[in-house]
């Protein structure tokens, strides 16, 4: 019996349609040849986009490039001029002291209504030596345990460097209805001879320097002690400045 042998199959197959694959020894860049571009869609070589004419930009832009880089420039001046001048003069605020005061006398109307008599002696001070200032706007408060018991406005005033002024402010409470627990607290307090008010002052300042001048607010607060009417007088105070 002859030996079994595979069949072997022919080295060059032909499809039906005498369709042959390309050799795969050719190279691919022949056998695959780029279709040419359209005219129309070539694109400008270097030089030839260096020879194009610029386009001229609109005068309004150059002048509000101009106008930007001028206000930058004096914001920039101006910020180094305020701090050079801060550096060099140091201003402070002026400060809200209570040097004096005296309790004259606290009813208290049936049921919860209170009626107070109270006199300070208010300091102002303006530490800046090279500064005056003005004070156009006074206020002064009157609290006990955070209720309002008294408000006045002062007149406006000046003053030069290194200048105090003290005044007296006389502070009126006239029938004001108090809390049942801030009624029975005040008449505490008168009990043991430690009666305890807060003063609040809002200010608006304004500070003038050889150049100019710029203004602010600053609020005042103490905290004053006294013994009870109808000779009450000042043991204790805490006060501080603040804008």
């Not at 032909?14 to 349609?17: D, E, F, L, N, V």
């Not at 009624?183 to 005040?186: A, D, V």
């Not at 300042?205 to 003038?208: E, F, G, M, P």
């Given at each position: 019996?002859?030996?079994?042998?595979?069949?072997?199959?022919p080295?060059t197959l032909?499809?039906?349609?005498h369709?042959?694959?390309p050799?795969?020894?050719?190279?691919?860049?022949?056998?695959m040849h780029?279709?040419?571009?359209p005219p129309?869609?070539?694109l400008?070589?270097?030089k030839?986009r260096?020879?194009?004419?610029?386009?001229?930009?609109?005068?309004?832009?150059?002048?509000?490039a101009?106008?930007?880089?001028?206000?930058?420039?004096?914001?920039?001046i101006?910020?180094?001029?305020?701090?050079?001048?801060?550096?060099?003069?140091?201003?402070?605020y002026?400060?809200?002291?209570?040097t004096?005061?005296?309790l004259?006398?606290i009813?208290i109307d049936?049921?919860?209504?209170?009626?107070?008599?109270?006199t300070?002696?208010?300091?102002f001070?303006n530490p800046?030596?090279k500064i005056?200032v003005?004070?156009?706007?006074?206020?002064?408060?009157?609290?006990?345990k955070?209720?309002?018991i008294?408000?006045?406005a002062?007149q406006?005033?000046a003053?030069?460097s290194g200048?105090?002024r003290?005044q007296a402010?006389?502070?009126?409470?006239s029938?004001?209805?108090?809390?049942?627990?801030i009624?029975?607290?005040?008449q505490?307090?008168?009990?043991?001879?430690?009666?305890?008010y807060?003063?609040?002052?809002?200010?608006k300042?304004?500070?003038?320097l050889g150049?100019?001048?710029?203004?602010?607010?600053?609020?005042?607060r103490?905290e004053?002690e006294l013994?009870?009417?109808?000779?009450?007088?000042?043991?204790?105070r805490?006060?501080?400045?603040?804008?």
């Open positions: 019996m002859p030996p079994f042998t595979s069949p072997q199959m080295s032909t499809s039906p349609y369709l042959q694959p050799n795969a020894t050719r190279p691919m860049k022949q056998a780029p279709m040419p571009r129309e869609f070539e400008p070589t270097r030839q260096l020879l194009q004419p610029n386009r001229r930009t609109n005068p309004a832009i150059w002048c509000g101009i106008l930007c880089v001028m206000f930058s420039l004096l914001l920039i101006a910020g180094i001029v305020t701090l050079i001048v801060f550096l060099v003069i140091k201003p402070r002026p400060s809200f002291d209570t004096n005061a005296s004259n006398s009813y049936s049921p919860a209504y209170y009626n107070g008599d109270l300070f002696l208010a300091n001070s800046n030596h005056d003005i004070f156009q706007y006074l206020s002064i408060e009157l609290y006990f955070e209720r309002l008294a408000a006045q002062l406006p005033f003053q030069r200048e105090s003290i402010i006389h502070m009126i409470s029938q004001v209805y108090l809390p049942p627990e009624s029975m607290e005040i505490e307090q008168m009990r043991s001879n430690r009666v305890i807060n003063i609040r002052g809002t200010f300042v304004k500070a003038s150049f100019g001048h710029f203004t602010y607010w600053i609020y005042g103490c004053i013994t009870a009417p109808p000779s009450g007088v000042l043991v204790a805490n006060c501080r400045t603040k804008q």
